[in-house]
């Protein structure tokens, strides 16, 4: 027995030594043909790495945002292949030398065969970001406007805003600093500087806007002015504004290209002497204003009244002396007294006299009582609860009112309103009552909004003094927080958020009140101790979000009385089992998480009324009957994207969910999805995004919006069919990509949804040639179309549609595009024109106009005559126009129309070599004031457009050499091939997709 074991063993180490010398050896003979596999290889690496690039050129350019993980594959790219060039040189260089040397072949053939597979695997991994749109508009921002009406009746402000501009007229003058006490209107007039110069473009081609705070946050501020960078480095003019600068800041350290004479710096500060630090060549100072100027801002907050009662005017007078002339304080108390009889007024001017606590900051004691008194004559007390948690957040912070929603409602902040929708409206409302009040500020962003510092100060005296006792340490860079046993014991409220906690207590610590703890944005933060966990028995609202943490410890459980619990973006949190014993849990949000599944236990969770789980990459698994347990179940967002099995059971679970108002669903394939599946309430479902397939679009959707996202080859399934339900949607949202089977919408939508489209994204969708068929029909019927299609549309976006020669193949009078506010068409290589005529006189909400690479596309707007001349076009909102390698573009319009387009700023032009004249009729560019793109031609008057494009075309004739001819013409081969490999390209997208599910 023992020798045939032998035995067998030593045949397997005899043919296992066998294949390897076998495989040693053809490295020897097959050195040749390896080294040329890795040759071809190297070379279409470059050749991709280069189109990748040139695509990170263009968007740096337009100031995009590149996706993730792009920059990481450039560089990978370009360690491989120098590594590879060196192998090959030095494989070059030994042949030459020993090219009999049996040790060199093996050593060049075993190197080149091993060096291959991480090549071609490299490609596989970049070809996603060749072919996929990968690049993330940043979204605008938002700049808050000087709202106050003749403001040159307010002297003082008025000489201050028009000092400023004077400086910033002149060239010899970079930095300008603006300085005056906290609440004296300083960052109001730096917006309006900025909000005056984005609508006239007279001095500079855009602003960028940031705020300090006293703690100084890098990163923050390099983001905020990443766009505003690339386009000072490109060329462009742009106008910095540094807002509530507290100390002098290294502009260099924070990547502010000072040196160049097109970057231009304004900064406000309380203080002269950081001016004086930050070396401006230009100090202005914003006095507080005069008591004739206070008493002309006071009259139209509140109205003539004042000035027609007697009594009212003469305690009105005395009330405005009160607010010192600080528009801030002006604004706060007229609001706040605006409505109210004349004992309140007198009230409310005994309040202001007496004098401030003593132990307050002098800073904010003047403040105090303005501020206190507007507060206290908020009528709404969800407006009040709402002020008093947005102290909790970090100064100058952009605070979103979905975590205003969720910590309110945690905390019973909203009178026990029906539902969440419900509560998110009281707190709209309650948010624009603030901000009408001069409590509040408009956020940067959409769903935001911000508290001014002063304001911030006096609402935590408030909160302490309205037994809301808050600790707020938020945005402090704090490292560690070891508060003491007893030190914490009157607290009702806790922040922490956004510093760089990498510990907290590993101890019992006296909170017996701790309603809310707040403790998001401490990235290093990976652990929070059992004994400090126990010891919150009250708090009813918990925020851990982006942290490290990776378990809950087993005190949790005492938690009962819980009802908010934030744990997003944990990417190392597994397990959420525990939860089930939190039963009084109305709010869970997980997105982000690294939960592996959705386990039985949670069905216990019966009272939660808002789940999130989206992008959990490693959730395969939802227990079945869990989420149909969740009967009360209002706002649910749920990523099905991993699972591949269970998924139908999902949907049919989400489908018996009554109360359900909105859903946000993804799902990987259309065949996952059962027959009838969305079979939903329309008397209850407010809004939905439906995605199935891969793709980012949409996501920028509303809760109140109706979207459907499809990525499917084939279409089998009518659309119609599973949401009969939603027939009486009001506005929807339609995302389709990759779709193979698809010639045009109609037969996915009919005449009926047409109307109710808001937006429409189309990619690659190789056999659309239109967007609507005059004979076709989802019934097979004839189409007849009642009412105009499009009558509702906002957004159309279509890309890589290499069959679209037309927008639609049916008479123009049933279209209409009167809604149409942007516009963008890209790698359409058959269109040959956008627009006829009588639909390009319907676009008087157009305002922006992207089209680029539609080698085919002769005009934007044709199909009249000459005998229509008399004709006028107005484009009455188009602001920004962007042609980007239009090779056969003749001109926007052929037909001699006299078209006038008054809030024209902005045109660009790359690549349009054969654009000799804007359009052989008359166009009024009253506001253009040059052309941008291959040259900078700037506009003679405002009828000058045509003389502009002619210096354009000379320019690039004149500058354009032989070699860049050759460019051109590869560039054009290029793109022949490129569509010419769509199908087989989109194949391998899906396959590389399928792997990267499969694998996580």
Known sequence: MIEQVGSFLLGKVRDLLFGVAMQEIGYMWNCEENVKKLKNEVKNLKVLRGKIQQKITIANLNGD???????????????????????????????????????????????????????VQLQER????????????????????????????????????????????????????????????????????????????????????????????????????????????????????????????????????????????????????????????????????????AWILFKRVVGERVETNADFKRVAKEVVKECGGLPLLIQAVGNALKNKRIDSWESALSRLKKAAPSDIDPDIRKAFAHLKLSYDYLESEEAKSCFLLCSLFPEDDDISLEDLICYGWGLGKFDDPDSIEVARAKVRIAVDVLTSSGLLLNGTYDGCTKMHDIVRDVALLIASQDNNNFLVEAGKGLKEWLPTQNSLERYTGISLAHNRISKLPDYKVNVPHLEIFLVSRNWDLSMISDEFIGCMKKVNVLDVSRTKISW????????????????????????ISILGEMTELEILILNET????????IDRLVNLRRLEVCKCKNMTHVAPGVISAFWRLEELCIDLWWMSQGVDGCI???????????????VKTLDLIPEGAFNVSSENLKGFRIQIGHSKQGNEVKRSDRCLVISSKHLVIPLLKWL????????????????????NIMPTLDDEHFNKLKHIDLFYCPNVSCLVDNGTRCD??????????????????????????????????????????????????????????????????????????????????GGGGDDESGNVIIFPSLAKINFHRLSSLKSFCSGSFRIQYPSLVKVYMFKCERMDIWGSGIHETPRLKRLDGDCDVPLDGPNSIN???????????????????????????????????????????????????FTN
Not at 810 to 836: G, H
């Open 780 to 861: 097979g019927e004839v189409w007849n179309a009642e009412e105009k299609l499009f009558q509702e549309l906002e957004h159309l976006k279509l890309m890589y549609l290499k069959s679209l020669g037309v927008l639609w193949k049916c008479p123009d009078e049933y279209i209409s595009l009167t809604n149409l506010v942007t516009l963008s068409i890209s790698r359409c290589s058959k269109l040959e024109r956008v627009f006829t005529v009588s639909v390009a006189q319907g676009l008087v909400h157009l305002k922006e106009m992207h089209i680029s690479w539609c080698r085919s596309l002769v005009e934007v707007i």
């Open 594 to 601: 690294g939960i592996k599944e959705i386990p039985k236990e």
């Open 724 to 743: 009969n339900k939603l027939r009486e949607v009001s506005r929807l949202h339609i995302f389709l990509r990759e779709s193979l089977n698809l010639n």
């Open 126 to 293: 970049g070809v996603p970001y060749e072919n996929h749109v990968f690049f993330e508009t940043l979204p605008p921002r938002q700049l808050d406007v000087f709202q106050t009406k003749n403001l040159e009746d307010l002297v003082t402000q008025y000489s201050a805003l028009n000092d400023i501009i004077a400086a910033l007229e002149d060239d010899n003058i970079q930095i300008i600093g603006i300085h005056g006490l906290g609440g004296v209107g300083k960052t109001t007039l730096a917006k309006e500087v900025a909000a005056r110069e984005k609508k006239t473009n007279l001095l500079f081609d855009d602003v960028a806007f940031t705020s300090v705070s006293p703690i100084v946050n890098a990163e923050k501020i390099q983001k905020d002015l990443e766009i505003a960078r690339k386009r000072i480095m490109k060329g462009d003019k742009i106008l910095i504004i540094i807002d509530d600068v507290w100390e002098r800041l290294d502009l260099e350290e924070l990547c502010i290209p000072i040196d160049h004479a097109n970057c231009r710096i304004l900064l406000t500060s309380r203080n002269e002497d950081v001016c004086e630090k930050m070396n401006v060549q230009c100090k202005i100072c914003v006095n507080s204003l005069s008591i004739d100027e």
């Open 652 to 666: 049919a679970e989400v489908m018996k969910l009554s109360k359900l108002t909105y859903l946000n669903i993804k």
């Open 947 to 997: 003389e502009a494009v002619a210096k354009v075309l000379w320019h690039s004739q004149s500058h354009m050499c032989k070699m860049e001819q050759e460019d051109e013409a590869k560039e054009d081969d290029n793109d022949q091939r490129e569509d010419n490999d769509d199908d087989v390209r989109m194949e391998l997208v899906d396959a590389i997709n399928d792997m990267g599910t």
């Open 552 to 575: 809950l410890p087993q005190s949790f459980q005492l938690l009962t009385k819980l009802r908010t619990l934030n744990l997003e973006h944990n990417q190392f949190f597994h397990d």
């Open 65 to 119: 945002k590149l996706s993730y993980g792009v920059k990481d594959w450039v560089k990978e790219a370009d360690t491989t292949i120098s590594s590879a060039d060196k192998f090959l040189e030095q494989e070059a260089n030994a042949k030459i030398g020993l090219c009999s040397n049996w040790t060199t072949f093996y050593h060049y053939g075993k190197g080149s065969a091993e060096m291959t597979p991480p090549l």
